[in-house]
């Protein structure tokens, strides 16, 4: 029988539908699927048939389960959406790339711009066109690249006299040296370790990050007073980018408290010639809440991100589609353009008269996969307001744990804080230790062993943390708590 593509769909759904609601497999299947794995480059090849055998059979049971199960919490990942799903698998279909606009070949530019604005819309962070920077990246690592790669370029170019001076043209040692610039510096709080990675790739060196808390007990809360004392070196030769964790990614929480904190940040980087990056990855989408009293704390709080200069946000986490997606939004193509651009390459240019800016010059990557065809999709199947439930009910679940968890008496909820305030401003991250130390020491081991859930183990104030992130569009609230708050007891019930 020959192979054939819609066959092989079918035997790949049947094994999805037939996959366990675990989230991760057993150790035996991981061993078993290891051992089929072929370590050398056969000599005639085994053929279509045995190989497509290969891969139903022997190498999905290795696989953990973020898209099959609802209690996948680790990490920040979200599941795929059916339609998603489908959306994928007309990209690979159709093998698109996006990389150059030519309308009159491709409308595949065109809907990766039509998606981009309705991001931009369910965000409510204005109109499409208030953002004429804007991309989708492999992720929130590679919109962070290019946020702090704009604020570089911004902050030296502000002191450059000369346009032909910019720093995408003459590089970043000559362009400091003109601008009498001694240091660039990143000011932050718990900075994502994707944001150190960022700086290091952007020449500015993973030391440029520093960190500017207000407290020791609220390390990621920023504080403002050092904030304007560091913007205050611009005098000296040095110039910053500022960048807002929105939230942070061990405890979900913000660098800052709402619109006003936001707000004099503005007032301070205008004022001192600084770049506002927001780094979002999850965080973003919590102005997509609805507008109701209970997340009237979550949506204050994510008031004023319109301010910023740059966002990063990620699609493969909350917004579920599959990895990898990520967007990036500032207010100007040009300065995109400006370092992202492919020179001397006639045939990669889509004409002066283009509408829509050919996105390999407005980001890392020219040859790219498709990646919007699904974030299209996801957005014209459930909209806003079909959007806001399923992130509502993300954070109801995740409100909910952190109600469990603060009343057992075998769990610590971490950071400490008034309870209401806490739970009021609870997203989608759930921090927590287990109060015995000889059974905090092997929590997270110990919950995952049970299959029944995932989660990740962090640090927090020096000690081992356990952090559970709800990000499926899975969710039921009931159910999940249920399985949360049994699989939780019967792992404090163990020895100490």
């Excluded at 170019?157 to 003109?178: F, P, T």
């Amino acid at each position: 029988m020959a192979f054939s593509v819609s066959s092989s769909y079918t035997k790949l759904r049947s094994i999805l539908d037939a996959t366990p609601d675990a989230p991760l497999p057993s150790p035996a299947s991981i061993q078993e699927a290891t051992k089929t794995i072929v370590s050398s480059l056969p000599i005639h090849g085994l053929g279509e048939e045995a190989t497509e055998a290969h891969l139903l059979r022997d190498l999905p049971r290795g696989f953990n389960g973020p898209k099959t199960s609802s209690n996948y919490y680790g990490f920040v990942t979200g599941g795929v959406l059916p339609i998603a799903e489908a959306a994928d698998n007309i990209v690979t279909a159709f093998d698109q790339s996006p990389m150059v606009h030519l309308p009159d070949q491709s409308i595949s530019t065109i809907v990766e711009d039509r998606a981009l604005n309705m991001l931009v819309e369910l965000a409510r962070l204005g109109a499409g066109p208030d953002w004429g920077g804007k991309t989708f990246t492999t992720g929130a690592t590679g919109a962070n690249i290019l946020g702090l790669a704009c604020g570089r370029e911004a902050v030296l170019n502000s002191r450059l006299e000369d346009a032909g001076s910019q720093v995408g043209a003459i590089g970043l040692l000559a362009a400091c040296q003109k601008a009498g610039v001694d240091e660039i510096q990143v000011l932050t709080t718990m900075g994502h370790s994707s944001l150190y990675k960022a700086a290091s790739v952007a020449g500015l060196g993973r030391q440029s990050v520093k960190e500017i808390p207000v407290s020791e007990s609220e390390p990621w809360k920023m504080d403002l007073d050092v904030l304007e004392r560091e913007l205050r070196r611009s005098s000296n030769g040095v110039v910053s980018i500022v960048v807002i964790s929105a939230g942070e990614v061990n405890s979900g929480k913000w660098a800052v408290s709402g619109p006003e904190e936001m707000e004099r940040i503005r007032f301070l980087c205008d004022e001192y010639a600084a770049w506002l990056h927001i780094d979002g990855a999850f965080g973003v989408f919590a102005r997509s809440l609805p507008k109701t009293s209970e997340f009237a704390s979550l949506i204050n709080q994510a008031s004023g991100l319109e301010l910023a200069d740059s966002i990063t946000g990620d699609c493969h986490k909350l917004l579920n589609v599959p990895y990898d997606c990520g967007f990036f939004l500032t207010r100007s193509a040009q300065m995109l353009s400006a370092i992202f651009q492919n020179p001397n390459a006639a045939y990669l240019s889509s004409g002066p008269d283009a509408s829509i800016p050919s996105p390999l010059n407005i980001g890392l990557e020219n040859s790219r996969r498709f990646r919007a065809l699904p974030v299209y999709a996801v957005l014209l199947t459930y909209g806003r307001e079909g959007l806001g439930e399923m992130f509502a009910r993300q954070v109801r679940l995740a409100r909910s744990i952190s109600r469990f968890i603060e009343s057992s008496d075998d769990y610590e909820l971490l950071p400490s804080s008034s309870k209401e305030e806490y739970f009021e401003t609870t997203h989608i991250v759930v921090l927590f230790r287990a109060r015995d130390e000889k059974k905090n020491a092997e929590l997270v081991k110990n919950i995952n062993a049970t299959r029944k859930m995932y989660v990740s183990g962090t640090k927090w104030e020096g000690k081992p943390a356990c952090r559970i992130a709800v990000s499926t569009w899975k969710v039921e609230v009931e159910r999940d708590l249920r399985l949360v708050m049994d699989v939780l007891r019967d792992v404090a019930g163990g020895p100490s």
